[in-house]
């Protein structure tokens, strides 16, 4: 028996991948391959396969460049959480302490 049979409104214990995790788990996928051809390049250089070669380091190079872009898209999206999260902190600072409708007595 499980509780969503009991609570029909219980959250259910799953929750929805986050966006940043799934690019995380893209650039680990993209390293794997790129380990993976890594280790093809070196075996067909010990082979002298010329051809072989140029081919992996083509695929290599363009691996490279997808996780340079997804690791670029994570931190602009870091920093535009961080720049909206600073905006309304700030807002909700002006709301709770309202600048310029006290006068200090005291100076």
Request: no cysteine.
């Amino acid at each position: 028996m499980n509780l969503s049979s009991i609570y029909p409104n219980a959250p259910s214990g799953h929750t929805a991948p986050q966006k940043g995790a799934d690019a995380d788990s893209e650039i680990r996928s993209l390293e794997q391959k790129l380990r993976t051809l890594e280790m093809e390049k070196q075996k067909a250089v010990q082979r002298k396969e010329e051809d072989r070669k140029e081919k992996l380091e083509k695929q290599i190079a363009e691996i490279e460049k997808q996780i340079q872009q997804l690791r670029n898209q994570e931190a602009e999206k870091t920093q535009s959480a961080s720049s909206e999260d600073t905006t309304k902190v700030q807002e909700r600072s002006k709301e709770t302490f309202p600048m310029g409708n006290y006068i200090d007595v005291y100076a």
